[in-house]
């Protein structure tokens, strides 16, 4: 496990959410990851509060962690509602779904660098986009690999293999709070 370091305190106070995973053991890991992709990050986690959460929408006035938040507390209403009206047919693990959406974007600290006050893509960042390095962030702290899935599929990427019910609902929740930002209908 990966030793907390100032950066643990940083991401309790941008994740409160870490508080919805039930397993101990996971949330620690969740939060490792989250310490880690800092350590390793040109970003502060000030930065996260207000960088844009996507460089594909000309002055996204969203920040990244607004988008985040929103995409976990999509992400467990909609597997309340699933679980509520489909009963045992899809079944979801709270959890991994949790841990998934919190995980899912921790990658873009490795993909994202400011160069004069601007968030661009990084060099890395061109050749890893953010769920493989976000899997090898999990996968460095132990995150399971159920999580690690979620995390690699959330994006496009995602559209070659066969998805999780979780990954398919961290998939759509991120992608309904993005795709009509960038292909939105214009009237």
């Not at 907390?4 to 990851?33: C, F, G």
């Not at 995602?158 to 709070?177: C, I, P, Q, W």
Request: hydrophobic share 45%; aromatic share 8%; charged share 25%.
């Amino acid at each position: 496990m990966i030793p907390m370091n100032s950066y643990a305190q940083d991401v309790e106070r941008l994740w409160p959410e870490l508080e919805w995973i039930q397993d101990v053991d996971l949330r620690h890991k969740t939060r490792a990851a989250w310490v880690l992709a800092f350590e390793r990050s040109p970003l502060e986690p000030d930065d996260l509060l207000a960088i844009p959460f996507t460089l594909h929408v000309e002055g996204c006035t969203v920040s990244f962690m607004d988008h985040k938040r929103l995409v976990v507390h999509l992400a467990r209403v909609s597997a309340e509602k699933i679980g509520e009206f489909m009963k045992d047919a899809m079944p979801i693990d709270s959890d991994t779904l949790i841990a998934g959406a919190i995980l899912a974007d921790v990658g873009k600290l490795l993909e994202y660098e400011k160069v004069d006050g601007k968030v661009v893509q990084s060099k890395r960042g061109k050749y890893l986009r953010h769920p493989f390095t976000g899997v090898g962030l999990g996968q460095e702290v132990g995150v399971p690999d159920a999580v690690c899935h979620v995390i690699a599929t959330h994006a496009g990427e995602g559209n070659l293999v066969k998805r999780s019910a979780e990954a398919y609902v961290v998939h759509h929740v991120d992608f309904m709070t993005y795709e009509p930002l960038v292909k939105g209908l214009e009237v």
